[in-house]
């Protein structure tokens, strides 16, 4: 009896080690996803205050971001940090909605969570097709059109480029929705921050979650209308739609306040990386 209990314990022992480093591991890679991330809306907000100061000939999305970190010493090997990190962060959305159980892990939250792991994959892999080749291509805008133009193809396709904009313009709207009621405090661990960084923080994700709430939203409109015009022209991808906001009665000035709220969601998924709950 003896030896059958101290094998049991061996057992349990052994099976609680694999799971602790197995979380270890989801834990380091959800974190260096949120990095990855950061440095991404940083490097775009940046770019996007530019165009609206005059300043800037880059495009304001992911592949001008990644432009300019190629043009950095040592650009190359950042790039593919870049790529490790997105690949880390596919990689935790993914085990969130395969592995991660409770009550509170509905299924809706474990398809969010599919839906995510699927877009940091794609992310990842395009990350890592630009750091080995030449850093051209298409711009985001084109593919942008490029993409609603096949769509607008397909049987229905106008139903279906309308749906797809509908979608995105609800995400943006929920998006920015959430960061305004604060839902992302409940993600951190606010109890390890003092007073002040947990009001940093806050005003981090507040501005920063609305502004790119603003975007998502407004490429979405741009979708719809190029469902209802019929028209892959009007489709826009994050540097046209960015761009859009200087055409408002605010002119350049909305573009630099969107922008700079970019910046702030950089730096609170900086934040994210370190206080978020993995």
């Known amino acids: 009896m ?16 694999g799971h602790s480093a197995e979380q270890e591991t989801l834990t380091v890679a959800g974190r260096a996803g949120f990095v990855a991330r950061g440095v991404v809306y940083v490097l775009i907000g940046a770019l996007a205050v530019r165009i609206a100061l005059g300043s800037g000939g880059e495009e304001a999305d992911r592949q001008g971001a990644l432009r300019q970190v190629a043009e950095q010493p040592f650009g190359r090997v950042m790039l ?4 490790v990190g997105f ?11 395969v592995m991660t159980r409770g009550p509170r892990r509905k299924a809706a939250s474990r398809l969010l969570d599919g839906g995510r792991a699927l877009f940091y994959a794609a992310v990842c892999w395009a990350t890592a097709a630009f750091a080995a080749g030449s850093g051209q291509g298409s711009s985001g805008d084109a593919k942008s059109q490029d ?3 096949s769509a607008l193809e397909l049987p229905y396709g106008g139903v279906l480029v309308g749906a797809a904009g509908c ?15 604060r839902r992302f405090l409940r993600q951190l661990d606010t109890a390890a ?18 502004a790119r709430g603003t975007v998502f939203a407004a490429a979405g409109t741009f979708i719809l209308v190029a469902a209802v015009r019929f028209d892959p022209h009007e489709a826009k991808g994050m540097d046209a739609t960015l761009r859009s906001f200087t055409h408002t009665p605010m002119g350049p000035w909305l573009l630099v306040a969107v922008a ?3 910046i702030l969601f950089g730096v609170f998924s900086f934040a994210s990386a370190r206080w978020r709950r993995l």
């Open 80 to 83: 593919w940090a870049l790529v």
């Open 2 to 17: 003896t030896s059958t209990y101290a094998h049991w314990r061996a057992r349990a022992s052994r099976s609680m080690t």
């Open 167 to 181: 979608l995105l313009i609800g995400i943006g709207t929920v998006l920015a929705v959430r960061a305004a009621l």
């Open 193 to 210: 921050m003092s007073r002040r960084t947990r009001q940093v923080v806050t005003g981090l994700g507040v501005g920063g979650g609305v």
């Open 260 to 262: 700079v709220g970019l």
């Open 147 to 149: 993409w609603t133009a």
């Open 87 to 97: 690949g880390c962060m596919a990689l935790w959305r993914g085990a969130r909605a």
